[in-house]
């Protein structure tokens, strides 16, 4: 079942690189008492993910926080390295924006929002999205009809807050 407006978000870990490698980042810590915005992507590196769905955040990053956000998110079905090298390639880090990697797509899974592109060889990756999220619980969600980039982009999110 998809996650919708008003469900809490389930528990799950996601994947950083720190000083000495991977470390485990929960749902719970990340989201407890927190504004928080999520998107999700289908890859890292991918063409519309790092053209337009990244630099729309990476745009918005101030006015998101002067709103009342807390931390902004991105999401992908990825390993920590990947997220981490593409977060410094796209501006993400230096924005301040946070790449999870899901790299077993178990948060994906959880919320109901992955899909199959066997062609492009994607199994069980993300659809692209964007949440907010206050205190656990999904505020505001704008979920992407197939192979688009419209709806969920950072400028949405912010004129929803």
């Known amino acids: 079942m998809t996650i919708s ?10 994947l950083v690189v720190g000083d000495n490698g991977p470390e485990a980042v929960s ?4 989201f407890a008492g927190r504004k928080v915005v999520v998107f999700g992507v289908p ?5 519309t ?9 990476v745009k918005t990053a ?3 926080a002067a709103k009342g956000v807390d931390e902004i998110v991105c999401i992908s079905v990825n390993d920590p390295f990947v997220m981490a090298s593409w977060g410094d390639s796209t501006g993400a880090k230096d924005a301040g924006i946070r790449m999870l990697a899901d ?10 929002l992955t899909f199959d592109a066997p062609a492009a060889g994607f199994f069980k990756r993300s659809q692209r999205y964007s949440m907010l999220v206050e205190d656990g619980v999904v505020s505001k969600l704008n ?8 709806i969920s982009g950072g400028e949405t999110i912010l004129e929803q807050i």
């Open 5 to 14: 407006v008003g469900d809490k978000l389930p528990e799950a870990d996601f």
């Open 27 to 30: 749902a719970s810590s990340l």
């Open 43 to 47: 890859g890292a590196y991918t063409a």
């Open 49 to 57: 993910c790092t053209k337009e769905h990244v630099p729309s955040f």
């Open 62 to 64: 101030d006015a998101l």
């Open 103 to 112: 790299p077993a797509s178990s948060f994906t899974e959880a919320v109901g």
């Open 143 to 150: 979920i992407e009809p197939a192979r688009a980039c419209t």
